[in-house]
């Protein structure tokens, strides 16, 4: 059965650097999606992206964060200079209609 | 702003029994409304449906009710088993959109041997 994979599986970082994370969507779909949790808190939506383009983002996906699709098979979120606060499970997610399929999740910890 | 509420945070039932876990949400611009259902240090798994247009959706074991008016809907397990024991997330979509999800808190089932 196909599934939506992330890379790594743990990331630790210190204050200021950069990160990237990494996700492979299902490979028939089109809308790819990024969404955090951070602990104790409710999954929370980043950004969405479709046909090479971001087509909505909250507050939260401010001017240090980035997504890219680099290939036909990659989608990377990009933290150009992490914060404490950045400290969660960052989900990637992928659909062709309207159920979503989420990968295992990427934990970001920041020193 | 909390669009979608899951205001038990937790349950605990026997297995076999029924599992009833209930979702509100305050904008009425959803109109397809889904659960999942997370393991620790998982992502959520995509369980059940429903779109607005619907009133009940069945898969097996799990049922998802809808009350427009009520904005209420919500999941039912039965008969419930160990295995269920996860945190069930309620969420909505608008449709038309980015589709993004909004997500409820999650409420956390426990099925007792």
């Known amino acids: 059965e196909p599934e939506v994979t992330q890379t790594p599986s743990h990331q630790v970082t210190q204050m200021g650097q950069e990160v990237i994370l990494r996700c492979v969507p299902i490979?028939?779909?089109?809308?790819f999606y990024w969404y955090r949790q951070i602990l104790g808190q409710k999954v929370e939506f980043l950004v969405s992206?479709?046909?090479?383009?971001?087509?909505?983002k909250s507050e939260i996906f401010d001017d240090q964060f980035s997504v890219e699709r680099p290939d036909g098979s990659n989608f990377t979120l990009k933290i150009r200079s992490t914060k404490l606060e950045d400290s969660a499970m960052y989900f990637c997610a992928s659909t062709a209609y309207n159920e979503q399929f989420f990968g295992p999740g990427t934990r970001l910890t920041v020193l | 702003d909390q669009q979608v509420k899951q205001n038990s945070p937790s349950l605990s039932v026997q297995e076999g029994r029924i599992s009833i876990l209930n979702c509100d949400y305050t904008n009425s611009m959803f109109d397809y409304f889904l659960w999942y259902k997370k393991y620790p240090a998982e992502g959520p798994t995509f369980l059940i449906s429903i779109s607005s247009i619907k009133d009940k959706n069945e898969d097996g074991r799990f049922t998802v009710f809808l009350n427009k008016s009520a904005k209420h809907l919500s999941l039912h397990i039965v008969p419930s088993q160990p295995g269920d024991s996860a945190v069930y997330f309620c969420?909505?979509?608008?449709?038309?959109?980015?589709?993004?999800?909004?997500f409820g808190k999650g409420t956390k089932l426990t099925v007792n041997p």
């Open positions: 969420a909505a979509i608008t449709q038309g959109g980015s589709e993004k999800l909004v």
């Open positions: 992206f479709y046909n090479n383009e971001i087509s909505e």
């Open positions: 490979s028939n779909h089109l809308y």
